[in-house]
């Protein structure tokens, strides 16, 4: 169905009009009518058509100046002009309104016909390519909001990528390098600020959560996370490292305002911990200093500030290097910690004093931390005894460049070794891992023997063996060992006791009774068809 509005000044054009319209286009057309420039406009506001033939030259408000004010409330309506004046200036303005043709008095039937195709058609496709953008529309709010929880999920998360934050901001249209968290908290209060009933509330929230949604998304213009036990991360994208007063203000009467709507919408206590502005991939530290307010707190809605302030440096304490250093510990990246730890070192040169004590206490204490990390980070086996020659080295050392050498290199190693775990988990081991098995099944092969080819704990090599593959490394190896055996029964005439060693095995009865449980029959009972 299209709506068509007839506007001409001339009954008899009117009526020759519905005429060819109700006979060519039967059933298809709502038309409506006027005769003044004015009612043309007020018609067009209540019908809203789809296609209007106009002629210029009406009393009142002439044709060009309707088109312009239709066109300014209903950017999609077809315009086809009729008039009897065939002026350049006119068909050049009225081309200049999106106006699809242009027919000159008096026209036929044909004529007609034919224009009002072309404006349907235009108007299908109009249509068309609006019933586009609503399915795309449609499928992109379905997804936007696993996109959101996953950066919120990836920024709360110290294993994130830059890559991965840059692809979720470019997604999601996030220009702002900068942001604060809100942690968002449901329960019942108890005195003392304390939030009891966790699970009830995770429970309550996440069957309401279209309406937490709602709220938070009406106080703020936010990234809102997934409901994590009965909280709520919330990420406030900042275009600064810092904000006003005025602009913090706002943010913490929104959030009074948000924790109120929260609790009277879905009936339970609700708090709200905001953390402080920090760099985006910093936004896990802005979120954890939203919950530690929240618990050092009685507020309902509590800020950072709140919170007692942290040790003091001096004024030329290199925060920032020493940040960036273990930062790029953490993550495994060996040039960046080299470049972090020689700018760190210099710095201590240049502000000791000459007093190379001092140096050496924080060498050690830093060498140490780094160690901390790399083995937090998994995979690898901790020796208590296998720091008992760190003093006795750093008290020895005579020279600035001898202590940089040992601090560098042991940078370095606690590096290699988150790199080797990370390695672990983004690399292929188990393709590896099973290549030299397929090679060297007829080998001892131990766990121990795989795992120190990663330099990783045996334990962290057969986890990542199992999720790699879904079988455990014993299962792995003994099907490549029974497989071997099948072959060699099936193709040969060797002896039981030359298979058993030549696929691995020492003991004939073990490898009998292994078989068997592969297999559902013995080495014996098989060579004999019995399978």
């Not at 005429?19 to 043309?40: M, N």
């Not at 081309?95 to 195709?117: C, R, S, T």
């Not at 002896?495 to 095995?505: A, F, H, L, N, T």
Request: proline share 4%.
């Amino acid at each position: 169905m299209y709506k068509l509005l007839l506007a001409d000044d001339e009954g008899i054009v009117i009526e020759s009009l519905k005429f060819i319209i109700d006979k060519e286009f039967p059933g298809l057309c709502e038309v409506h009518e006027a005769k003044t420039g004015r009612r043309v406009i007020e018609l067009a506001d209540e019908v809203r058509p789809d296609i209007s033939l106009m002629d210029i030259r009406m009393p009142g408000i002439n044709g060009i100046d309707a088109m312009k004010e239709i066109r300014r409330t209903n950017p999609n309506i077809v315009f086809v002009v009729i008039s009897a004046y065939d002026k350049f200036d006119y068909a050049k303005q009225a081309l200049n309104l999106g106006v699809i043709d242009y027919v000159n008095k008096p026209f036929d039937k044909a004529q007609i016909v034919a224009v009002l195709k072309k404006a349907m058609a235009e108007v299908d496709r109009s249509r068309e390519q609006r019933s586009r953008e609503l399915e795309i529309k449609e499928k992109l709010d379905s997804i936007v909001p696993i996109v959101e929880n996953g950066l919120i999920q990836d920024l709360l998360s110290h294993e994130h990528f830059k890559e991965n934050i840059e692809e979720y901001k470019k997604l999601l249209g996030i220009e702002e390098e900068y942001g604060l968290m809100l942690a968002v908290v449901g329960g019942d209060r108890e005195p003392g600020g304390y939030m009891r009933g966790a699970v009830p509330a995770s429970v309550k929230t996440q069957k309401n959560y279209e309406t937490v949604l709602l709220v938070i998304s009406d106080n703020f213009k936010c990234i809102t996370g997934s409901v994590m036990g009965n909280k709520i991360p919330v990420l406030i994208p900042c275009a600064k490292s810092t904000i006003t007063p005025e602009e913090y203000e706002k943010i913490v009467d929104s959030a009074k305002k948000a924790q109120e709507e929260l609790t009277e919408a879905l009936g339970l206590d609700f708090r709200i911990g905001i953390g402080p502005v920090k760099p985006m991939d910093e936004m896990a530290d802005s979120y954890a200093e939203a919950l530690s307010v929240l618990a050092t707190t009685k507020h309902t809605v509590a800020e950072s500030i709140d919170l007692p302030e942290g040790c003091e440096y001096d004024t030329d304490y290199p925060q920032k290097t020493e940040k960036e250093l273990f930062d790029a510990i953490s993550q495994g990246d060996i040039r960046k910690s080299a470049e972090q730890a020689n700018l760190f070192f210099d710095w201590m040169v240049k502000s000791s004093g000459g007093e190379m004590s001092d140096i050496c206490l924080k060498v050690l204490e830093f060498v140490l931390w780094a160690e901390r990390l790399a083995y937090g980070n998994g995979g690898h086996v901790y020796h208590f005894l296998s720091r008992s020659e760190y003093l006795p080295e750093i008290n020895h050392m005579k020279s600035y460049e001898e202590l940089r050498l040992w601090f560098l290199s042991h940078i370095d190693r606690a590096v290699n070794m988150v790199s080797a775990a990370n390695l672990a988990k983004t690399e292929d081991v188990a393709e590896k891992a099973k290549k030299y098995i397929d090679q060297h099944f007829r080998e001892d092969i131990s766990l121990d023997d795989l795992s120190g080819m990663y330099d990783i704990s045996p334990f962290y090599f057969s986890k990542v063996f199992k999720t790699q593959t879904g079988v455990t490394f014993t299962d792995y190896i003994t099907g490549v060992r029974v497989a071997r055996a099948r072959e060699l029964l099936e193709g040969t005439n060797k002896s039981m006791k030359e298979i058993c060693s030549e696929v691995g095995y020492s003991d004939p009865n073990y490898f009998s009774r292994i078989f068997k449980k592969n297999t559902g029959v013995t080495p014996t009972e098989y060579k004999e068809g019995k399978r």
